[in-house]
C-alpha cells in the first residue's frame, strides 16, 4: 500500500457555508477556477482538489491512501472569534465527512486556532470523540490577541499540546501567511518559495528548544516541506546555542531531539540532494511521503520533470534512499506518524 501522507482537498463551491462568502472570508467560483478571499485569489490548477477527480487521479499514480491536511487559507489568524469557530467547524466537519465516506482512501486532519485556546481545546475534544480524527494540523505561525506573531511552538499553545498528547494524536506543522509577518512586497511568490521553509524552521528551532517532543511524548510530530531550513540550519542552531549560553538557559540543546522518533518530515523538498541531507540528519526512518498534491508547488505531473514520487525514485535510482528506505517512506512511515495500522485504512 502507498500512502500520501500531504495532500489537500477541496470542498465543492455549494458546501461552503453563505456567511463565509458574504464576510469575503473564503469561497469557490462556481466553475470551479478560483479560490477567494477579500480581495486574493488563485488558480484552482487541477482538478483533483475534488473528491472524484482526486480518486481517479490516486488511481491513475497508484496511491492506495492519502492523507488530506487542512486548508492553510482556513487557519483563521487574526479573525474574529465567532467567525474564526464557524469557519474552523466547517472546515473540520468536510474532513470528517471526507474520511467517513471513503475511509479506504482519506485519513483526514483537523485544524484549531491557537489564539483562541478555550475554543481549541473543546473543538479539539469535538474532533476526537465525536468526529474520529486523529491528526491535528496546526499553522506554524498564530496571530496573538497581542497583535503579535508567535510561533506555535511558543508556551502559550503548551494547553494544546497537553489535551493532544492525552489524546495521543498525530501533529501535522504547516506554515502560511508569511506575507502577513514579514514586511517585504508579495512578489516573486517568495513567501511560499522562501518564506513557508523559514517559517517551519523557525517553529521547528523553538519546537526543539523547548524539548516538546520528549515534554509530549505521546505526541507524533510531521513538519511540512521536509522543514528544509529547519534542517539545512542545523548546524548554525548548534553554533549559536554553544556561542551564546546566556540565551539558551533553561533550553534544550538541540542535538538532544536530531532524529528523534517522534519527529518526522515529509519528502516534499524538491530534489535527492536535499532528501539525503535529511536523511542524514533525521535518518530515513523519521521521512513519510508527502505530494502537497495538487499545487503547483507539489510533486504533481505537468509542472517540469515532476510526478508523484518523482524526488524519492531519483533518490532511490542514484543510491542515497535504498528500495526498502523508499517502501517505509510510501508506508510504514506514514502509519507509524499516525499510530494507525494498514488494517485500519481498509477498513
Request: charged content about 25%; hydrophobic content about 35%.
Amino acid at each position: 500500500m502507498r500512502i500520501n501522507g500531504h495532500g489537500h482537498i477541496l470542498p465543492e463551491p455549494s458546501q461552503i457555508p453563505k456567511f463565509l462568502k458574504d464576510k469575503k472570508l473564503f469561497w469557490i467560483d462556481d466553475d470551479k477556477k478560483f479560490m477567494r478571499q477579500g480581495d486574493w485569489s488563485r488558480p484552482i490548477s487541477s482538478e483533483n482538489f475534488f473528491i472524484d477527480e482526486k480518486i481517479a487521479w490516486m488511481d491513475k499514480h497508484d496511491i492506495d491512501h492519502g492523507v488530506m491536511l487542512c486548508l492553510s487559507q482556513l487557519y483563521c489568524n487574526g479573525w474574529e472569534k465567532h467567525d474564526c469557530a464557524d469557519a474552523i467547524r466547517f472546515q473540520n466537519d468536510f474532513n470528517a465527512s471526507v474520511q467517513k465516506d471513503f475511509p479506504r482512501k482519506f485519513t483526514c486532519g483537523f485544524v484549531v486556532q491557537p489564539r483562541y485556546i478555550d475554543h481549541a481545546l473543546k473543538e479539539i475534544e469535538r474532533c476526537v470523540n465525536d468526529l474520529d480524527l486523529k491528526l491535528l494540523c496546526l499553522p506554524s505561525h498564530f496571530l496573538s490577541s497581542k497583535n503579535e506573531w508567535l510561533s506555535t511552538a511558543e508556551e502559550e499553545v503548551d494547553p494544546i499540546f497537553e489535551l493532544a498528547n492525552k489524546y495521543n494524536l498525530a501533529i501535522q506543522i504547516h506554515p502560511y501567511d508569511g506575507d502577513k509577518m514579514i514586511a517585504l512586497k508579495n512578489k516573486y511568490w517568495r513567501f511560499h518559495i522562501v518564506w513557508m521553509m523559514a517559517q517551519c524552521a523557525d517553529t521547528l528551532h523553538l519546537f526543539t528548544l523547548r524539548n516538546l517532543p520528549n515534554k509530549y511524548p505521546n505526541l507524533r510530530t510531521c513538519f511540512a516541506h521536509g522543514g528544509m531550513l529547519g534542517i539545512a540550519n542545523y548546524g548554525r542552531r548548534i553554533q549559536g546555542y554553544d556561542g551564546r549560553p546566556d540565551i539558551f538557559e533553561q533550553l534544550e540543546d538541540p542535538r538532544k531531539t536530531l532524529g528523534h522518533k517522534n519527529l518526522f518530515f515529509d519528502t516534499l523538498v524538491h530534489d535527492s540532494h536535499t532528501l539525503d541531507l535529511l536523511k542524514k540528519r533525521v535518518g530515513a526512518s523519521q521521512l513519510v511521503m508527502g505530494l502537497d498534491d495538487p499545487f503547483p508547488l507539489g510533486e504533481i505531473e505537468g509542472v517540469g520533470t515532476s510526478y508523484p514520487g518523482r524526488v524519492l525514485d531519483y533518490a532511490i535510482e542514484i543510491g542515497v534512499i535504498s528500495d526498502e528506505e523508499g517502501k517505509d517512506i510510501w508506508n510504514k512511515n506514514v502509519l507509524t506518524w499516525l499510530n494507525m495500522q494498514e488494517g485500519d485504512l481498509i477498513r
